[in-house]
């Protein structure tokens, strides 16, 4: 048994001090005054510890992206945002050609159960599925994506994939996407539907909300913008209680006046993510995304064209810059990275309980990540 002592301890609703987190092996046993005496005690020093943080969109890291399709670049990108916090994350795709999607699906299958087969034991983020972000969107509304591969919905390519694969973003407007959303929420309802890249005006976003689409991805962005007259997408979510939405806090995708509101109107139902591409963690300079060339310049990356491509924010930068310009607790913080994408995911992850796994991060007051534990191992 080990025990992690002198810690702020960040439960869903408070900060716990004076109290100690006991585990064994890979899960957690209570949080609790006594220390029992045989106990490994792992000293934090006054660090805020919390669960560790989930990033349900990111493309790449330190100079690798998932549409790579190599057993490397999952690698990297899962050792390299440990430094940030994440301890775990859904591998997101982008809209490239089939033959590009399916071999990327197809890496990250097999990487999982290489690991379920043969358990690699050096420290690194878990993977615990695949977004697909396109190619089934409206290309209007395309952002950095290529236009030449967006497709419409099908089944087809996505079903080989179905036990990898916990979040798809869609335009609902376009041609057969009610059709697929219809088949996919009869048939695999535990898949999240997030409306995305998309064109839909506010009746028609209201419309796919009943037909199963439960989230919106990066929020503002993406979509038309909110208008008095014409509340769109924006709209419609804000208005949603059961529906769930994500953005970006990288203080260029949304101005921090947006912060608190959101809050005030999702609050639970709120989450942050990176959107992160291959030059995350990374310096200024030339990179890419889908084959085209991005430019990434204080904190910016940006196609070419000046288009947004994504972003090279970190999690915890995340958590900072949202903090700085909102008035709300560190729980109500830390549950955008943890407690809010594990319960959108279905699962049991993200909260500091009983039974629950060890992926564990200790940070101070400015954010900054000082040790993380995966399957309650350490890593500094």
Avoid at 172 to 188: G, L, N, Q, S, T
Avoid at 255 to 278: C, G, N
Avoid at 359 to 374: A, G, N, S
Wanted: aromatic letters at 8%; one cysteine or more.
């Amino acid at each position: 048994m080990k025990a992690i002592i002198n810690a702020k301890i960040v439960t869903s609703t408070e900060v716990l001090e004076g109290y100690n987190l006991l585990f064994s092996d890979n899960k957690i046993i209570k949080i609790t005054k006594e220390l029992p005496i045989w106990a490994r005690v792992i000293d934090a020093e006054g660090l805020y510890l919390s669960a560790g943080f989930i990033d349900i969109h990111i493309h790449g890291s330190a100079g690798f992206d998932v549409m790579d399709a190599t057993p490397e670049a999952l690698d990297k990108i899962s050792k390299t945002i440990l430094e940030t916090g994440t301890t775990s994350f859904l591998a997101t795709t982008m809209t490239m050609s089939q033959k590009d999607i399916t071999k990327a699906l197809l890496n990250v299958q097999n990487f999982l159960a290489s690991e379920t087969l043969a358990p690699n034991n050096s420290l690194r983020a878990k993977i615990l599925g695949v977004h697909l972000e396109g190619p089934f969107i409206n290309v209007t509304k395309k952002g950095a994506q290529n236009a030449d591969y967006i497709q419409t919905p099908n089944f087809e390519l996505v079903e080989p994939f179905m036990d990898i694969i916990k979040m798809i973003t869609i335009a609902p407007e376009v041609d057969w996407a009610r059709e697929f959303i219809f088949y996919m929420k009869k048939h695999y309802p535990e898949v999240v539907l997030s409306i995305g890249h998309s064109d839909a005006d506010y009746k028609e976003t209201k419309k796919s909300f009943e037909w199963g689409v439960s989230h919106a991805t990066h929020l503002f962005n993406a979509m038309n913008p909110l208008y008095h007259r014409e509340p769109a997408i924006v709209g419609a979510v804000l208005e949603s209680d059961d529906v769930s939405c994500d953005i970006i806090a990288d203080l260029i995708h949304i101005h921090p006046s947006f912060f608190k509101l959101l809050y005030r109107v999702k609050r639970e139902q709120l989450i942050l993510i990176t959107d992160a591409m291959r030059a995350g963690c990374l310096c200024n300079g030339v990179s890419e995304i889908g084959g085209q060339k991005v430019m990434v310049k204080d904190g910016e990356a940006r196609l070419e064209d000046g288009t947004l491509a994504g972003s090279v924010l970190k999690l915890n930068e995340a958590l900072r810059n949202f903090h700085k310009y909102t008035d709300i607790s560190i729980p109500e913080l830390i549950a955008m990275v943890t407690k809010i994408p594990a319960q959108k995911l279905g699962l049991k992850i993200g909260e500091l309980k009983e039974g629950y796994p060890v992926d564990l991060v200790l940070f101070d007051k400015d954010f900054e990540i000082k040790k993380c534990f995966v399957k309650g191992v350490a890593k500094i």
